[in-house]
């Protein structure tokens, strides 16, 4: 062969490869949605959006903003954990003790950005363990409080709340505790279901208490076994939420009562 054909091919054939590489690079990289944006939501901060009507400017509270009478102090562990991970985002500390269960929970202005974010801002299929933009830890008077993490297969995040649908380790499970930015709370585990985004247990706050106490209700009609807890009109719950093993639309859900 011609050296000047010889080395025609070989240079066709290095590129073929380096396409081939970048290719296969692509198809495998983790991409992040571009509404992944992050939004911070300080403590105490007031939102507005302004809505023309007939001409005029019109101020319309989004959400509730809380300010104590008199100041609070962070728990120390709340204090802690932002300074190590330099993340103001921080705003609890999940665990169910005696599982993997047991992380820093974030918020910031949507339920999208830490998804695909860590605690240190990088991005990762894995994402945190993050609170519902809607909910206030801080206040802590929402009807429902929503957190979020995915189920890993690793077993880390929300993996273990698969194993509830397991009697016995529903049984062996029957407490949440939650640090929230001024206080340690516990909360008692009454339901445990197995569904799909078609039906919305997402709302954190009800019009009236009879509306809520119908859907506690229907949350506890919904568990795989029963327990001995009695529901009341004027409970607080705590919803965790985690995609079910066929992914997609299906769910995995833990519920649990405030411990007066």
């Known amino acids: 062969m011609p ?44 939102a507005y959006a302004e809505d023309d009507t007939e001409g005029e400017s019109i101020e319309q509270e989004l959400y509730l903003t809380y300010e104590p009478e008199e100041p609070l ?22 665990e169910i003790p005696n599982t993997n269960v047991s992380y820093p929970v974030v918020q910031t202005g949507n339920n999208v950005f830490y998804l695909y974010h860590d605690l240190n801002w990088n991005t990762t299929a894995a994402g945190s363990i993050f609170l519902d933009y809607e909910n206030d830890l801080y ?3 929402d009807d429902n409080t929503l957190i979020y993490g995915h189920n890993m297969h690793g077993g880390t995040k929300f993996h273990n709340i698969r194993y509830f649908h397991q009697e016995e380790f529903f049984r062996a499970h029957t407490y949440i505790l939650l640090d929230t930015p001024y206080r340690e709370t516990v909360w008692d585990i009454f339901s445990f279901f ?14 009236t208490r009879e509306e809520f106490y119908t859907f506690l209700l229907v949350l506890q009609e919904m568990s795989h076994f029963e327990t001995d807890i009695v529901l009341y009109t004027g409970e607080q719950i705590l919803i965790l939420s985690t ?3 066929l992914g997609g639309e299906n769910r995995y859900v833990v519920v649990a009562r405030l411990r007066r």
């Open 73 to 94: 102090e962070l728990l120390p562990r709340i204090v802690q954990l932002r300074e190590y991970y330099d993340n103001p985002d921080i705003v609890g500390f999940i």
């Open 194 to 207: 197995h569904t799909t985004t078609d039906f919305c247990y997402l709302t954190t706050n009800f019009h």
């Open 139 to 141: 206040a802590l008077a």
């Open 3 to 46: 050296r000047g054909l010889k080395w025609v091919c070989i240079c066709f054939c290095i590129v073929v490869m380096v396409g081939l590489g970048l290719h296969i690079f692509d198809s495998l990289r983790f991409e992040v949605p571009e509404d992944a944006i992050r939004e911070p939501r300080e403590p105490y901060r007031e």
């Open 243 to 245: 995609c079910g093993v």
